[in-house]
């Protein structure tokens, strides 16, 4: 009878060792500003803002980015709808 018991309690002992805690892979929600290489700045040249200002008149310029080429990636809101229109340097549209 004890050696059942003794074999009962290594069985189930053994068998807890295997219930530990799995690990699970962090995945890490990361904003980039660097989409397509894109940084963000703070301004953006004239003929960019007049550009926007004809094709969407009251729009609001959120964030804006550029790449190395100089092109402009600008976040937009027109009245309750935001939308990314991209510009070159000289306020020419760029279709992406």
Do not use: C, H
């Amino acid at each position: 009878m004890k050696k059942l018991l003794l074999s009962a309690a290594i069985v189930l002992g053994s068998l807890s060792s295997y219930a530990g805690e799995v690990p699970t892979e962090q995945v890490q929600n990361q904003l980039s500003v660097f989409q397509e290489g894109y940084i963000e700045v703070e301004t953006v040249p004239d003929a960019v803002k007049k550009a926007l200002e004809t094709a969407y008149p009251g729009a609001v310029l959120g964030k804006a980015y550029i790449n190395e080429k100089k092109e402009y990636n600008l976040e937009i809101t027109v009245k309750d709808q935001k939308a990314t229109v991209y510009a070159d340097a000289a306020g020419n549209w760029i279709n992406k």
